[in-house]
């Protein structure tokens, strides 16, 4: 048994891909330590279901002024790190967690994103540990837009870091190839596929509406650049069509997308739903009619995006309409479940009703069931992780001894 750290810059009590991670590598008979952030509805230190989590506090506000010193008012030290927050945020990560990671005295740490990773990279150095990077999106282009100084910036702590990792990770097979251009390195695959628990409930019943009602859903976190609010645009034109949104939202998306909801009368159609647990997902959206993508192509990172809801809704076995993005078309040609089509010129409202009018086409035939399975199910993915974890261990330099 090995002892494996896990890093976040959340506080991971619904971070899918973190959690998914840690129980495979606890399955597999590791000890398990999640560092995230604090979050006072949930507890600093706790232990569940065999992983153990290390909440602390961070916040760059308080964190900065304790180095301004006292002569620095909060609201001072809040102005400078709200200014600074994209450059300093990855030397006070390290400064707060490090210490405690090294403590822990794990044999490999996992940074997950890059806020994380000088943290991770410090720890592993003081402690011997091994270090594997997970890049959860491309950091230099991320949504929104960085400015070119941040980029720079970005792409320098990246490179800085990433170079001493055993192994470095990403969600898809384009991220994979824009990373090995970026970093002069090979990156493994581990796509976001979903755990498939059941549910007690489901989204039909929760709404209340009829098997004969089409229902559309998206499944995933509200926020800019998602492309909700042209579909939501799109439903006004048409009837007795509702579309069910499951999943968080920043607060800013939220209130635009009520407000666009209201003033289009939609309110008895469009249904805004809290997230329901990661592994009860696939079970709980499956009867709906049609699963939609609208993501944006704001960002490259948006544009080769691989995300968590296209593996639950594929899962499902939902037909999908998506956004003409690039390895997202690929995933829906190969397993021809869904269609792909350019929403920045469509007509969105056309192209519902023609998709759920020939939803069938895209049926899951056995084959393609098999051939989603057998490469794409999080059994294939979790096999994949514990070889890097099983290769990085078996080929460790032991550590000298006195």
């Known amino acids: 048994m090995k002892r494996i750290v ?70 001072v030290a809040g102005y400078i790190a ?40 410090h720890a592993a150095k003081k402690c011997g540990a091994e270090l594997v990077y997970d890049a959860h999106e491309l950091e230099v282009h991320r949504n929104p837009p960085l400015s070119r100084a941040q980029k720079f ?29 970026h970093l002069g390195r090979k990156i493994h695959v581990i796509y976001n596929s979903p755990i498939l628990h059941p549910c007690p409930t489901n989204i039909r019943k929760d709404l ?20 909700l609010e042209g579909i939501v645009r799109a439903l006004s034109q048409m009837r007795d069509i509702h579309l069910a949104a499951v999943g968080p939202s920043d607060p800013r998306s939220h209130s635009i997308l009520k407000s666009l909801i209201e003033r289009l009368k939609l309110a008895e159609r469009v249904h805004l739903l809290p997230p329901v647990p990661y592994e009860q997902v696939v079970a709980y959206i499956r009867s709906a009619d049609m699963g939609i993508l609208p993501v944006q192509k704001e960002t490259l990172s948006y544009e080769l995006a691989m995300p968590n809801k ?32 350019d929403f920045d010129s469509c007509d969105i409202g056309y192209e519902i009703s023609s998709f759920l009018h020939n939803k069938d086409r895209y049926t899951l035939s056995d084959e393609k069931r098999g051939v989603l399975f057998e490469k794409y199910s999080w059994d294939s993915q979790k096999k994949k992780l514990l070889d890097i974890y099983n290769d990085i261990l078996s080929n460790r330099t032991p550590p000298e001894t006195p």
């Open 6 to 75: 896990m890093l976040a810059s959340n506080p991971c009590n619904a971070d899918a891909r973190i959690l998914k991670m840690a129980h495979a590598a606890r399955e597999a008979g590791h000890e398990v330590h999640i560092f995230a952030t604090a979050k006072n509805e949930l507890p600093n230190y706790e232990c569940k279901d065999g992983i153990t989590f290390h909440r602390l506090v961070w916040q760059l506000g308080p964190a900065l002024k304790e180095v301004l010193g006292k002569s620095v008012s909060s609201r």
């Open 82 to 121: 709200k200014r600074l927050a994209p450059y300093i945020k990855y030397h006070f990560y390290k400064k707060i967690f490090s210490p405690y990671i090294e403590n822990i005295e794990p044999d490999i740490i996992h940074a997950h994103d890059l806020i994380t990773l000088p943290a991770g990279y």
């Open 153 to 181: 910036w970005v792409s320098y702590i990246e490179r800085r870091y990433s170079i001493h990792a055993k192994a470095v990770i990403t969600v898809g097979r384009h991220c994979a190839l824009e990373l090995e251009k």
């Open 208 to 227: 209340r509406i009829p098997e004969d009602t089409p229902l559309i859903v998206y499944v995933g976190k509200i926020a800019a650049g998602r492309g």
């Open 310 to 341: 296209l593996f639950e809704m594929s899962f499902a076995e939902l037909p999908i309409l998506s956004n003409d993005l690039v390895e997202i078309s690929e995933f829906l040609s190969e397993i021809n479940n869904g269609k792909a089509v």
